[in-house]
């Protein structure tokens, strides 16, 4: 089988492409053949050894994890003796998170770890792009913000991976939705949910007052300290970009303040039974119309240097996905048409 690998830290060039042996399912595990992954921000950091701290994880000085990807979508192609609850064939999808090794034409886990079957109506490059954004938004949004029906929740990055599962599942919990984004990508918040769509490069959303309950930067392109005052009395911000800044105002907003509180979570690191859970919660909401994927492009496994290069822009609306086939790799959904299929179902 094929995977992308990659040997040092460095631009999108240094992944490339190479033979390895196939895995074998273990008694609890199933073999899926991958048909597609994602490139998302956690990749591109992996890939780059930036921001420093993030070597903790991948490795000081040179990468540990050779393979990148977590989220994979496929069909079952072997299960192991133990397994019950999927069978050869089965539409899978799901995250390695937080291990890695999606980047491959197969890869192994656990039958009750995160992978779910693919809703009827999503291809495989559907059902992928809808994970990291999903598993990322909902502890925010559910868990530490607790939205409520009503709330006023804005969301900064509305149009990123995370950000445009963030107005959707706003949307979802019954907040009404403020997105912001450039220009281009207004129609696609606008459909997804948001109302109103502030565009950052003729307004500031700092410059309100007391008027959101929950400011989720969900890019971690502005600070605290900036959205402090359009916060209501006892709203919250949350980033999901770790700063200085933040680790200390997270705690002490927390434990001292009546008030404001400011906020991150760490989303990848959370158990994996967790997830488990969520990925079926995904899978409820897609089938009753309620989440749906956006797809910035798809682009071939063998130009998977492409796909890191697009993320490294910092402009993706949605999801990069990889196809690991040339049959997989359908015709190029934009965000527009996303959009559209997005009201379409609903
Ligand atoms: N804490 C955690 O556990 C966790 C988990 C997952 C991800 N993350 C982090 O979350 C961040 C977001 O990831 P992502 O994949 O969602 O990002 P992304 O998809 O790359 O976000 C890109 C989007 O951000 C918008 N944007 C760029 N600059 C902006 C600005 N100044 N103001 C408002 N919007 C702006 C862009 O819109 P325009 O093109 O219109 O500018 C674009 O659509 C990453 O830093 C990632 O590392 C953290």
């Known amino acids: 089988m094929r995977i992308a690998v990659y040997e040092r830290y460095g631009p999108p060039e240094v992944v490339h492409l190479q033979e390895a042996a196939e895995p074998v399912p273990g008694a609890t595990e199933v073999l ?20 420093r701290f993030a070597r903790l994880f991948f490795g000081l000085t040179t990468p540990k994890h050779p393979v990148l990807g977590s989220d994979f979508a496929g069909v079952i192609e072997r299960v192991g003796d133990g397994v019950t609850r999927f069978a050869p064939g089965d ?5 390695l998170a937080p291990a890695m090794g999606a980047h491959a034409e197969l890869v192994t886990i656990a039958e009750d770890a995160a992978i779910a079957r693919i809703p009827e109506r999503l291809t495989a490059a559907e059902a992928v792009a809808t994970v990291d954004g999903f598993l990322t938004a ?17 969301v900064n990055g509305a149009s990123g ?52 309950d929950v400011v989720f930067d969900a890019v971690g392109k502005r600070s605290f300290r900036a959205a402090r005052r359009s916060l209501t009395a006892h709203g ?13 105002q997270w705690p002490v907003t927390r434990w001292f303040s009546r008030g404001r509180r400011a906020a991150i979570a760490f989303t990848g690191l959370r158990d994996i039974r967790l997830k488990a859970a969520e990925l079926a ?10 989440f749906v994927p956006v797809i910035d492009r798809t ?16 402009h993706k609306a949605g999801s990069v996905v990889i196809a690991m086939s040339p049959a997989d790799e359908r015709a190029k959904v934009t965000p527009a048409a996303s959009a559209s299929e997005t009201r379409a179902t609903r």
């Open 91 to 95: 539409r899978v999808f799901g995250t």
């Open 236 to 248: 919250i911000y949350l980033t999901t970009v770790p700063s200085a800044a933040i680790l200390v």
């Open 138 to 154: 909902l502890p925010f949004l559910r868990d530490v913000a607790a939205v409520t029906p009503g709330q006023v929740v804005l």
């Open 161 to 212: 991976t995370v950000g445009s599962a963030a107005v959707q599942l706003a949307r979802h919990f019954g907040a009404t939705v403020v997105g912001v984004c450039g220009p281009a990508n207004a129609p696609l918040v606008a459909s997804l949910g948001a109302d109103p769509v502030i565009d950052y490069t003729g307004e500031d959303f700092t410059e309100a007052r007391g008027a959101y």
């Open 299 to 314: 682009v071939a496994f063998d130009d998977i240097a492409e796909a890191h290069r697009r993320v490294d822009t910092g």
């Open 32 to 51: 899926v053949r991958v048909e597609a992954s994602t490139v998302g921000a956690s990749d591109a950091a992996g890939r780059n050894g930036t921001p």
């Open 281 to 290: 919660l995904l899978v409820e909401l897609i089938e009753a119309g309620e």
